[in-house]
């Protein structure tokens, strides 16, 4: 499969009405702070229930059509703040042929976790515990890249010349089949890069079907 190229993201532009693209992404202004080591939000996070920048996977794109709280970039169709790295991006994926405002998020992204947290203290069985799946170690220059699946979020780590191993990012679904887990763990296999920001890009209905 052809390797999913990245978009840049440029001016961002308020999203109006029809001018939706086809497939959409959302982010709010006011961010927020996920906790990841903290028990009560990773039971949130690991059943589906995380709310990020007021987005839930499940929302409809419309919900944000009108509300001056986020921005779009028409030409990556997705909207979010001005500096990506300050809010969560919300996804609407191989929805191509769905009318704009039918579409729905289909997960959400948070590029820049507020600490560095250790993977070693995450896999503690007390907060997410062993993953479905790892993807790693693949080498980035001086450091690793890993990634940890789990059914409704999906952690990515970076290790460090130092052997330290350090959360870069994650991505929230909300309760995907199996089918759609295993074609999401082919995705990021075929397509993982040493930053995180890869995850970003919407994808498309017929590179889905090809997964």
């Given at each position: 499969?052809?390797?999913?190229?990245?978009?840049?993201?440029?001016?961002t532009?308020l999203?109006?009405?029809?001018?939706?693209?086809?497939?959409?992404?959302?982010?709010?202004?006011?961010?927020?702070?996920?906790?990841?080591?903290?028990?009560?939000?990773?039971?949130?996070?690991?059943?589906?229930?995380?709310?990020?920048d007021g987005?839930?996977?499940g929302?409809?794109?419309?919900k944000?059509?009108?509300?001056n709280?986020?921005?779009t970039?028409?030409?990556?169709?997705?909207?979010?703040?001005?500096?990506?790295l300050?809010?969560?991006?919300?996804?609407?994926d191989?929805?191509?042929?769905?009318?704009?405002?039918?579409q729905?998020?289909?997960r959400?992204?948070?590029?820049?976790?507020?600490?560095?947290?250790?993977?070693?203290?995450?896999?503690?069985?007390?907060l997410?515990?062993k993953?479905?799946?790892t993807?790693?170690?693949?080498?980035c220059?001086?450091?690793?890249?890993?990634?940890?699946?789990y059914?409704?979020?999906?952690?990515?780590?970076?290790?460090d010349?130092?052997?330290?191993?350090?959360?870069?990012?994650?991505?929230?679904?909300?309760?995907?089949?199996t089918?759609?887990?295993l074609?999401?763990?082919?995705y990021?296999?075929y397509?993982?890069?040493?930053?995180?920001?890869?995850t970003r890009d919407v994808?498309?209905?017929?590179?889905?079907?090809?997964?």
């Open positions: 499969m052809n390797k999913f190229v990245i978009s840049t993201l440029a001016t532009i999203l109006a009405g029809s001018g939706v693209g086809q497939s959409e992404a959302a982010t709010v202004k006011n961010t927020t702070i996920i906790g990841y080591a903290g028990k009560d939000q990773a039971k949130k996070i690991l059943n589906g229930y995380l709310k990020f987005m839930s996977v929302d409809t794109v419309s944000f059509s009108y509300n709280n986020y921005i970039d028409q030409d990556t169709r997705i909207m979010t703040t001005k500096d990506e300050e809010g969560g991006i919300g996804i609407a191989y929805q191509d042929n769905v009318a704009p405002n039918k729905k998020i289909t959400i992204i948070d590029l820049n976790p507020s600490k560095d947290y250790s993977r070693n203290n995450l896999l503690n069985k007390k997410y515990g993953p479905l799946k993807f790693g170690p693949k080498e220059g001086n450091s690793d890249i890993y990634v940890d699946f059914k409704n979020v999906t952690l990515f780590y970076k290790r010349y130092n052997k330290v191993t350090t959360l870069q990012g994650a991505v929230f679904f909300k309760n995907p089949s089918k759609s887990q074609k999401w763990q082919d990021v296999r397509n993982a890069e040493c930053s995180i920001m890869w994808i498309d209905k017929y590179t889905w079907n090809s997964l």
